[in-house]
């Protein structure tokens, strides 16, 4: 079992940066590829970025490449993800989640779930 607090969000101007941070509890995160996934009002959840248990692989939407970046620290149990030139389109509910495996962009192939945190960019 693996419990997911993300934190970090908040209101921004296009072009600044916010990183979040994912805390996981559980003494198997490292055994995790992890992931996050936004959700705008009325759109489904998409995939953003995700990243391999070891920290060597990372898995990217087009939509974000060069402007996030994916970290992991396993021996604090935490994820982190460094957003910058940030656009107005990008404001969402941002989560993260767990999955046994390589990273992808499955939505439902991830078996657990942060409550999310809100990431608003202002023109």
């Known amino acids: 079992q693996v419990q997911l607090v993300e934190s970090g969000g908040g209101s921004v101007q296009a072009g600044g940066s916010l990183r979040l941070s994912c805390a996981a509890s559980?003494?198997?995160?490292?055994?995790?590829?992890m992931g996050w996934f936004r959700q705008a009002p009325g759109k489904e959840r998409e995939f953003v970025i995700a990243?391999?248990?070891?920290?060597?692989?990372?898995y990217y939407a087009n939509s974000v490449k060069g402007r996030f970046t994916i970290s992991r620290d396993n021996a604090k149990n935490t994820v982190y993800l460094q957003m910058n030139s940030l656009k107005p389109e990008d404001t969402a509910v941002y989560y993260c989640?767990?999955?046994?495996?390589?990273?992808?962009?499955?939505?439902?192939?991830?078996?657990?779930w942060g409550q999310g945190t809100q990431v608003t960019v202002s023109s």
């Open positions: 559980g003494r198997t995160f490292s055994s995790y590829a």
């Open positions: 990243i391999s248990w070891s920290g060597d692989t990372t």
């Open positions: 989640a767990a999955k046994r495996g390589i990273p992808n962009a499955g939505r439902h192939e991830y078996d657990y």
